[in-house]
């Protein structure tokens, strides 16, 4: 991403997904019972650490790497994001994929494309997340129901402050930090997309090792 990722704009932006999960969360804790409660903290959790994260190294190049579930990053995201925005907000998964990479930017990074999907959905438009192999690369899928991308837009939406409408709220940095974190990770984000009929962003990774 061009600029300073460290900038405040990025951390500001970055840093209201987690904090909205976290409001989202406690709201729904008071209702909850027995493993759901447990489901809630651990949803919690790893928003906490999130925000950890994103005030201690702001920097999206900045990488810890481990071994990941895609399947638990996916459903986490997936799930936190329903919480969180009342949306439909489903995920299917590949069982068995892994990749190595740092789970809280790769986290950050989806959060965006959900949240992005969600923005752009028609009203009871459903967002699916998924993933699958891809000879060797995991392909992470954010599909939704919106009104699509014309295609002379695929390209610069990606660029920092870029928004492609005035419509909704928003600074135009979040897919430029995906690009980012896809990159860092010698990964790539792509897009398809056409008029009238939603878009799927996919976030194409390295495949771990070993990982099926």
Known sequence: MSGDPRSLDVVAH???????????????YAGAAGARRQ???????????SIERLLVEAPTVSLRSERIDVGRLTRDAAETAALTSGHSVVSHTEAGLSVMGDPQRLRQALDNLIANGIGHSREGGE??????????????????????????????MFEPGVRLTADRPGSGLGLAVVRAIARAHGGEVEV?????????????LPGASGAR
């Open 192 to 204: 398809e997309s056409t008029p009238g009929q939603g878009s799927t962003f996919r976030l194409v």
């Open 127 to 156: 967002v699916t997340v998924s993933a699958d192999d891809h000879g060797g690369s995991i392909a992470i899928q954010v599909a939704d129901e919106g009104e699509g991308i014309a295609a002379a837009d695929l390209e610069r």
């Open 39 to 49: 489901r809630l903290l651990e949803l919690a959790e790893a928003a906490l650490v």
């Open 14 to 28: 970055e840093i209201r997904s987690p904090i909205a999960a976290l409001v989202a969360i406690a709201d729904a």
